[in-house]
């Protein structure tokens, strides 16, 4: 089976979002060179450098589906029905919005805890690895021990506040390996190893 990967975009004080829940700021590196990669959603380009372009289209070629939280699908108004991913994409959630699921999208909402949304997700992926894109989530999968890798795209900004992708660890300290460093263009991507306890 392929790994559980955390994959974020992160001002430099480590914030994934302004206070807003803008991602402006943090996904601007997306637009910012002259290399064109294709995602899965119709109306999705991305534009960036030659790099970037390289680790971008090894992150979507590996992954074979994405785990996200309740709060990041709302925010994303359910991304349209259409992932850019292109993957099956399972969803943690206390209890599934209304309107969902839908039979014609590859969404799946899981309510019974982080260790069966991981499971079903690695099922679904088979060889290729899990995808988890929100800040909450990793956070869990990192108190249960479930995460393989973490990757940061750090870019040049510094937000002062919002939401924090590492936030809420007291009493856990968590080892990690390499980091494997690619820079582009208005970004710096890190990938990290987490060490098995």
């Known amino acids: 089976m392929g790994k559980v990967v955390a994959d974020m975009s992160m001002s430099l004080d480590g914030f994934v979002a302004d206070p807003s829940d803008g991602v ?7 637009g910012t ?3 064109a990669v294709a995602s899965a959603h119709p109306d999705i380009t991305f534009q960036v450098s030659e790099n970037s372009a390289e680790y971008l289209r090894e ?10 939280g309740r709060r990041t699908f709302d925010l994303a108004e ?5 992932h850019p991913t292109g993957v099956p994409v399972f969803i943690a959630t206390h209890s599934v919005p209304d ?20 499971a079903q997700a690695k099922a679904a992926a088979g060889d ?19 995460l393989d890798e973490i990757q940061v795209a750090v870019v040049p900004v510094l937000l002062g506040d919002g939401i924090r992708l590492f936030e809420r660890f007291k009493d856990l300290v968590v080892d990690l390996t390499g980091p494997r460093v690619i820079e582009g263009k208005g970004v710096t991507h890190l990938v990290y190893g987490v060490k098995s306890a």
């Open 24 to 30: 402006d700021k943090v996904f601007g590196w997306y």
């Open 33 to 35: 060179g002259d290399v």
């Open 59 to 68: 992150a979507i070629a590996d992954t074979g589906a994405l785990v996200s």
């Open 78 to 82: 359910g991304w349209d029905g259409k």
């Open 99 to 118: 309107g969902w699921p839908r039979a014609d999208v590859p969404f799946t909402f899981v309510t019974d805890g982080i260790e069966s949304v991981i």
């Open 128 to 146: 290729k690895s899990v995808c988890v894109a929100s800040p909450s989530i990793a956070q869990q999968c990192l108190e249960a021990g479930l």
